[in-house]
T-cell receptor, first 111, second 115 residues
Framework: GNSVTQMEGPVTLSEEAFLTINCTYT??????LFWYVQYPGEGLQLLLK?????DKGSNKGFEATYRKETTSFHLEKGSVQVSDSAVYFC??????????FGQGTELSVKP | DTAVSQTPKYLVTQMGNDKSIKCEQN?????MYWYKQDSKKFLKIMFS???????INETVPNRFSPKSPDKAHLNLHINSLELGDSAVYFC??????????????FGEGSRLTVL
């Protein structure tokens, strides 16, 4: 079946630190991959996506590359800010299928 | 203006009660969803409706009954509430063009606490 596994949180970083949140997936076929972000007290919103192998999704300084050989879609940012504190969800979707989320990784950025 | 709005935002109730959560979207989307987020932040789909028709129904107890009076509304009614129903329930919607790309638009969530 399809599933998504993320690194456990919480992740605590200082401002301007480098961020990596690992995400690996199991899927049949060739899924599309996503990162969603949930800021405190809000619903999820799409952060970035990649629809095929070797695609790189990017937004707001965040990047993730679709790696088929390692079935991974790790989220990175070169310099985090306090305002990036949120819960980050990796997700996948097969053609015509449901959007399946990982368990979420909480990020806390300290000034 | 809020694109996907849910009410109430917080709901505290006793075991055995029946409660409803309402959802409305003003984005003109055809597809709406209900997700349940547990205390560990794990997010799982419960139902999906496309133009008022049920298209996804996960293995959810039949105490949960979604109702879609029109494509802009998807309400969730829960009968005989149990402690394990305590969670945050998220409504979401998607446009036909983005449904296949996985872009969903979420409400702010409704936190249900069952005592």
């Amino acid at each position: 079946g399809n599933s998504v596994t993320q690194m456990e949180g919480p992740v605590t970083l200082s401002e301007e630190a480098f961020l990596t949140i690992n995400c690996t997936y199991t899927a049949t076929g060739y899924p599309s991959l996503f990162w969603y972000v949930q800021y405190p007290g809000e619903g999820l919103q799409l952060l970035l996506k990649a629809t095929k192998a070797d695609d790189k999704g990017s937004n707001k300084g965040f990047e993730a590359t679709y790696r088929k050989e390692t079935t991974s879609f790790h989220l990175e940012k070169g310099s985090v800010q306090v305002s990036d504190s949120a819960v980050y969800f990796c997700a996948l979707k097969n053609q015509g299928g449901k959007l399946i989320f990982g368990q979420g990784t909480e990020l806390s950025v300290k000034p | 203006d809020t694109a996907v709005s849910q009410t109430p935002k917080y709901l505290v109730t006793q075991m055995g009660n029946d409660k409803s959560i309402k959802c409305e979207q003003n984005l003109g989307h055809d597809t709406m969803y209900w997700y349940k987020q547990d205390s560990k932040k794990f997010l799982k789909i419960m139902f999906s409706y496309n133009n008022k028709e049920l298209i996804i129904n996960e293995t959810v107890p039949n105490r949960f009954s979604p109702k879609s009076p029109d494509k802009a509304h998807l309400n969730l009614h829960i009968n005989s509430l149990e402690l394990g129903d305590s969670a945050v329930y998220f409504c979401a919607s998607s446009h036909p063009g983005t449904a296949n790309t996985g872009e969903l638009f979420f409400g702010e969530g409704s936190r249900l606490t069952v005592l």
